[in-house]
């Protein structure tokens, strides 16, 4: 379903997917708009299904390898996450995140039990978590926190030349965790 005002609604004609609007008379936006100011990936979703096919493949977690799942853990409740009672005795845990996305951990033996050539990685990570506070002072109130409990700060907060209070904390695996919000204005 697609949102705001004049959207009714997301549909399927023909085998292709249409979005239909409540302006002019439910065609096509992408008709309505095909010379306006939308990008050309709007522009191009009343297109055939991507490669021929239906794609079913989604965005649906993020995996992260931990070598203490304990520590882990603790640290991720701090940040809000919801693991289960129990989970930090278990080899793989689950948090849901709004929107129906999940974070899962699974320590390094889990991984090796099943992919016996894996290997911790080394040098500076290449992923990150970016989790949005509420205002800049909550980015700075969190880094202080978590730094003053003994977790590494990357970099301190600071105001991004994009807009952003911006920090970085690794997690007890030295993934980097950003802490950001917009600066007012």
């Not at 033996?109 to 970016?130: D, I, N």
């Not at 700060?153 to 911006?166: I, K, N, S």
């Amino acid at each position: 379903m697609v949102g705001g005002p004049g959207w009714s609604a997301l549909s399927r004609a023909g085998g292709r997917r249409a979005v239909t609007s409540s302006f002019p008379a439910g065609r096509p936006v992408a008709q309505v708009f095909a010379a306006s100011w939308l990008s050309d990936s709007f522009k191009t979703g009343t297109q055939g299904p991507a490669y021929g096919a239906p794609m079913t493949a989604r965005f649906d977690a993020m995996g992260l390898v931990v070598s203490d799942m304990a520590a882990s853990i603790a640290f991720y409740r701090r940040l809000g996450f919801a693991f289960p009672e129990g989970a930090e005795q278990q080899g793989h845990a689950e948090a849901g995140l709004p929107g129906g996305l999940r974070l899962l951990l699974d320590t390094e033996e889990v991984v090796r039990s099943f992919h016996s050539g894996w290997k911790p990685p080394t040098g500076s990570a290449r992923a990150s978590l970016a989790l949005r506070c509420d205002s800049p002072e909550e980015v700075d109130a969190l880094y202080k926190e978590l730094t003053s409990e003994g977790h590494t700060g990357e970099l301190a907060p600071f105001d991004a030349v994009w807009g952003q209070r911006y920090a970085v904390v690794l997690d007890p695996d030295g993934n980097a965790v950003d802490l950001f919000a917009p600066l007012p204005g």
